[in-house]
């Protein structure tokens, strides 16, 4: 590997720049890796929570020092950085998960995520989203808890397309595992309305998922309009997910045929809008297509979506 003189982060050994801070590390020798046997691909906490603070540090200095501003800093010497192309944001999703894996972090560190969720890269914004929403779901700080909900609420409602849909996916999520989401149903209400208004489809759909995991029915006109009258399966699909959520027949219908129909991408979304539908039919479709021997992707789906109900069912005792 080539170990960047700057951050310390282990490069490959092809590796030209740093993939953490950009640095050129041409110059830079191959040394073989030499941990001791026992902690061989394990790096300490210590060492990892170095490496994400570094990692953000450099994140930081790029958006604000970047090449796309239009009055960017003039930087010389062998380091400077002369083009977007230079900084790579693997680094970064590396960080990302890593956090993802690590039990403990400081409240400092996980604050230093939502930023990203305005990354222009995509891929960022969507780790740091659902990152964001598993902390949602798993905080036992009440405080802490409430904060990274409105964060998400908050990126469904502006930015980036690919971060907005999937912060709602995640608050929706949280709000139907048990999150007393009471206190922000009019927050709900202008963010999923405000996704539903785009005309990408797949921010339409994010709007109903958020809006019927709430239990909200503002949007069930616009859901029986789109499961009637628009020309995308996909978009019946989320529609009749959304509808069914909510406890209305024409939904779970339309899902009991797409969960045995003949597209395989249907089906298996079908069995997972199953797990939140309120018709106590699901489970038993579930149940049916998880014993189905001949198409094992819907056979897994199926098995997922019986543990979340599962999960449901214990948050509503």
């Known amino acids: 590997m080539r170990k960047c003189p700057v951050c310390g982060y282990g ?23 030499s941990l001791p046997e ?12 170095g490496l994400l603070l570094l990692l953000c540090g450099g994140l930081y200095f790029f958006l604000e020092y970047s090449p796309w501003k239009k009055e960017a800093p003039v930087q010389s010497g062998e380091n400077a950085v002369t083009d977007e192309n230079s900084f790579s944001y693997e680094g970064v999703l590396y ?23 305005s990354c222009p890269d995509d891929k960022v914004a969507y780790a740091a989203a659902r990152l964001i929403g598993a902390w949602s779901r798993s905080e036992t700080d009440a405080a802490l808890g ?7 609420l908050y990126a469904a409602s502006s930015g ?27 927050r709900v209400k202008k963010a999923a309305a405000g996704l539903v208004a785009d005309k990408e489809a797949d921010l339409k759909a994010a709007g109903f998922f958020l809006s019927s995991m709430a239990g909200l029915e503002d949007l069930s006109g616009q859901m029986r309009d789109t499961l009637l009258y628009d020309p995308s399966p996909a978009s019946k ?16 219908d339309h899902l009991s045929k797409a ?8 089906r298996s979304e079908a069995l997972t809008c199953l797990s939140y539908s309120a018709s106590p039919e699901a489970e038993r479709l579930l149940l049916s297509a998880s014993k189905d ?3 094992a992707g819907a056979a897994e789906a199926a098995k997922r979506g019986i543990k979340l109900r599962e999960q449901l069912a214990i948050i509503k005792k």
């Open 237 to 252: 699909l989320y529609a009749a997910c959304a509808l069914s959520r909510l406890g209305r027949s024409e939904g779970h």
């Open 95 to 117: 960080g990302l998960d890593k956090m993802s894996g690590m039990r403990f972090l400081t409240e400092g560190d996980k604050r230093r995520v939502p930023p990203l969720l």
């Open 293 to 295: 021997n001949f198409n």
């Open 160 to 186: 980036r397309p690919v971060a907005r849909r999937q912060a709602a996916m995640e608050a929706g999520v949280t709000a139907a595992l048990g999150f007393p989401v009471s206190p922000y149903l009019e």
């Open 11 to 33: 490069n490959p050994d092809a590796g030209v720049k740093c993939g953490i801070c950009a640095r050129d590390i041409t110059a830079v020798p191959v040394k073989a890796e």
């Open 38 to 49: 026992k902690e061989a691909g394990r790096p300490g906490p210590m060492l990892l929570a």
């Open 146 to 152: 409430k904060f990274w909900f409105e964060t998400l």
């Open 259 to 266: 969960a045995f129909g003949a597209d395989p991408d249907l």
